[in-house]
């Protein structure tokens, strides 16, 4: 099967501990992302990779950070300099960055208490 | 910015009836892409238009793309009790390549 999946689904941490979601696809692509969506809001980017060991910055990278070392798999660290982490991540990729359409993860729901 | 804003942000029919959702853009774009969420789970894509592309159909999807009016929409026909869900539109930008901007969606609700 092909697919992105990440991991987990749920996900509770304590306020001042940083956290690592997963995210793994198999569809050979080039480019994966990182969205946050808060509720009734619309899909925020995080970070983003177009290839292998290159990542840049989205509309709210402050507080995260990313690594891109192998092709299939892009986690996403929620530092504790992060204010506000509790949301919804959603982890896509598509095969040419921007131009392409993008396949979803089912999303990791973090909440920090 | 560059994002996309859809219209209405709720929108609830009858089982049967059409749905129609509105997206307009900000800036110049390459192509504008349709997306569905249902509650708590990832996004699909649905259906990609072209900016030189006016009109694309997908089983009970219809898409219009006007880039004089920066606006897009996305008709359902004959909605049944399955379509309810969020939906998004999603534009790349010509200046900023590598990435798309996503709207705030519209919650379709279908009663059956």
């Known amino acids: 099967d092909g697919g992105i999946t990440q991991s987990p689904k749920y996900l509770f941490r304590k306020e001042g501990q940083n956290v690592t979601l997963s995210c793994e696809q198999n569809l050979n692509h080039d480019a994966m992302y990182w969205y946050r969506q808060d509720p009734g809001q619309g899909l925020r980017l995080i970070y983003y990779s177009q290839i292998v060991n290159d990542f840049q910055k989205g509309d709210i990278a402050e507080g995260y950070s990313v690594s891109r070392e192998k092709k299939e798999s892009f986690p996403l660290t929620v530092t504790s300099a992060q204010k506000n982490p509790t949301a919804f991540y959603l982890c896509a990729s598509s095969n040419q960055a921007g131009i392409y359409e993008q396949y979803f993860g089912p999303g990791t729901r973090l909440t920090v208490t | 910015s560059q994002q996309g804003e859809e219209d209405p942000q709720a929108l609830s029919i009858q089982e049967g009836e059409n749905a129609t959702m509105n997206c307009s853009y900000k800036t110049s774009i390459n192509n504008l892409q349709w997306y569905r969420q249902n509650s708590g789970r990832g996004l699909v894509h649905l259906i990609l238009i072209r900016s030189n592309e006016r009109e694309k159909h997908s089983g009970r999807l219809r898409v219009t793309l006007d880039t004089s009016k920066k606006s897009s929409s996305l008709l359902i026909t004959a909605s049944r009790a399955a379509d309810t869900a969020s939906y998004f539109c999603?534009?790349?930008?010509?200046?900023?390549?590598?990435?798309?901007?996503f709207g705030r969606g519209t919650q379709l609700t279908v009663w059956p």
């Open positions: 999603a534009t790349d930008a010509s200046s900023t390549l590598g990435r798309l901007y």
